[in-house]
């Protein structure tokens, strides 16, 4: 029998807490340190996980534990010194979505992981879903032929502060379609994978904060293929609870997938999925709750199989990179009021 991946967790904030959650609960992994600046988290953590080490800064923590892989659930825009600094070490990394905030960090990210022969995977969690993974299945199986069109939309209640403010700083957060829109061009590229690579994007947003007018409260993308396909990115912040949907048109049939719950965490979410075949229509039995929370647990066991076996994540170091520059150009095109070309931006 294998020993526990030993696991190294930067961040002990809302989510990551979940994350540690996760680890201490998979009898594969061992959870044996944790980073967080503040005493109070510090506090909170070594009560919750007196076996594990704790320390007030992630390279410091690199520097002395030992451990097979660190997962990484800090604000966004110290990945990159963090991944990196663990790469150096030889140590595989699990990185929270959006990988970084600039284009130039997320190259940097992937390019450590193949300069220091490490593995690197993507908090993409959604595609590890019962049901927005099981999409992609039913995709794969040609029951709706070849997919044309793809809606993600989502509305809910704001974003929280986050640790000393930085979801609200834009120097720290970089932009809030990184946040959580991130996630639905990840799907809507992952469901739309047989057109090739996007072409082009075109968004719009606004603010209901004068105070802070370049972070988005409503938020929608068009991004287009060369053979015609597009997807279509749709969140609002100023609603409610925690709504999200997912439809797709193909040549064949059709597929309609939602899921409500009074927070994204929730454990007792609602949900369906729909698919029609151009003959009948079918609600899916999913094998799984679907849900985030769910979705982390299987992160973390994808995670052991990587260290194990080498096996590659579900999402990648490219498809963290094609996700946050999507959101990058989205970024752009309301800036520049345009539609623009996205292609350019994997080139190193
Ligand atoms: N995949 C998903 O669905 C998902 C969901 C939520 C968040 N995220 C991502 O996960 C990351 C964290 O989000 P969050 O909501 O957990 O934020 P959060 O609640 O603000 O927590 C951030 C944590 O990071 C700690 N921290 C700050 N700088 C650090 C550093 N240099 N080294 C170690 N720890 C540091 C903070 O420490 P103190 O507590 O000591 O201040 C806090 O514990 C973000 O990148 C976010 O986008 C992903």
Redesign the pocket.
């Known amino acids: 029998m294998s020993s526990p991946v030993r696991f190294a967790l930067?961040?002990?904030?809302?989510?990551?807490k979940f994350h540690a959650q996760s680890i201490a609960g998979n009898s594969d992994a061992r959870l044996v340190a944790i980073?967080?600046?503040?005493e109070?988290?510090?506090e909170e953590a070594l009560k919750l996980y007196p076996d594990v080490h704790i320390f007030a800064?992630?390279l410091e923590m690199i520097a002395q534990a030992e451990f097979d892989l660190i997962d990484i659930?800090?604000?966004?825009h110290?990945?990159r010194e963090?991944a990196l600094a663990a790469m150096a070490k030889g140590k595989h990394v699990l990185l929270?979505?959006?990988m970084a905030i600039t284009l130039d960090d997320c190259k940097a990210i992937v390019a450590g992981a193949q300069q220091f022969g490490v593995h690197l995977a993507v908090?993409h969690?959604l595609r590890l879903s019962s049901q927005w993974g099981e999409i992609k299945n039913i995709i794969a199986r040609g029951t709706i032929g070849d997919p044309q069109y793809v809606l993600v939309e989502l509305s809910r209640k704001p974003y929280?502060q986050?640790?000393?403010g930085?979801?609200y700083d834009q120097s720290r957060v970089g932009s809030w379609v990184l946040?959580e829109p991130i996630?639905f061009f990840d799907l809507a590229r992952w469901y739309l994978e047989s057109s090739g690579d996007p072409v082009e994007l075109h968004a719009y947003a606004n603010s209901r904060d004068p105070q802070r007018p370049t972070l988005f409260d409503n938020f929608s993308a068009m991004f287009k293929y060369a053979n015609g396909s597009y997807a279509v990115v749709s969140q609002t912040l100023a609603a409610f609870e925690h709504h999200q949907t997912v439809k797709v048109s193909g040549t064949k049939g059709a597929l309609w997938a939602a899921w409500s719950g009074a927070l994204d965490r929730t454990l007792e979410p609602e949900y369906f999925l729909k698919v029609f075949d151009g003959e009948n229509l079918e609600t899916v039995k999913l094998k799984k709750h679907s849900g985030?929370v769910f979705e982390l647990r299987e992160e973390i066991t994808q995670c052991i199989d990587m260290v194990r076996t080498g096996k590659p994540p579900i999402a990648t170091g490219l498809d963290g990179l094609w996700s946050a520059g999507l959101c990058l150009v989205a970024e752009e095109s309301i800036c520049q009021g345009k539609p623009l070309p996205v292609g350019e931006m994997l080139k190193f």
Not at 10 to 16: K, S, T
Not at 35 to 38: D, E, G, L, Y
């Open positions: 930067a961040g002990f904030g809302a989510w990551g980073s967080a600046p503040s109070s988290s510090r800064d992630s659930v800090t604000p966004s110290t990945h963090i929270e979505k959006p908090g969690e929280r986050g640790a000393s930085w979801r946040e996630h985030e």
